[in-house]
């Protein structure tokens, strides 16, 4: 796990960077405004600790239903996952826990609404149901949520 971390450090070094806290105990807040609705697809835009990092894209509200559907808006705790928990994801990513009704909802790569399952995209920019430079945000939030210590992660999210 450590020699995974050093590897992502080394790979992003030189990007962007929040000061390190030192404590463990910290709490790394997420914050996601929903603040585009259409019938494809919910864009918003996603918080660190009060500091803007990217834009997200999920799939439309549908009532909660699996794969088609974001989930609600609410306050979830998020932890790492790392790549060899996943049959699919060869990358570092975040996994949304206790969400009602769902399992396995993630942070990860992806740039329109077919490629969430439900999860939630991060992108650089964005426009009508499609986030851009998807794989630079999701290394970037994934180094600045190790760089705070990558434990205690709270997730709200917001309607606008």
């Excluded at 992502?8 to 960077?17: E, P, W």
């Excluded at 149901?129 to 949520?145: G, Q, T």
Aim: net charge positive; with cysteine; hydrophobic share 35%.
């Amino acid at each position: 796990m450590l020699k995974c971390v050093k590897y992502l450090l080394k790979k992003l070094k030189g990007l962007k960077s929040t000061p390190t806290i030192q404590s463990n105990l910290a709490s790394i807040n997420l914050l996601l405004i929903r603040d585009t609705f259409t019938d494809k697809s919910t864009l918003g835009e996603l918080f660190l600790n009060g500091e803007r990092m990217c834009d997200t894209l999920e799939n439309p509200w549908l009532d909660n239903i699996r794969n088609i559907s974001c989930i609600p808006a609410g306050e979830y705790e998020v932890r790492l996952r790392y790549p060899r928990e996943s049959g699919s994801r060869d990358y570092l990513h975040l996994l949304v826990k206790e969400v009602p009704n769902r399992t396995y909802i993630l942070f990860h790569r992806g740039n329109t609404a077919k490629d969430t399952s439900g999860c939630i995209l991060v992108g650089l920019g964005s426009k009508q149901d499609v986030v851009n430079n998807s794989r630079l945000a999701m290394d970037l939030l994934i180094k600045e949520i190790i760089n705070l210590g990558g434990t205690n992660i709270n997730l709200i999210i917001k309607n606008k």
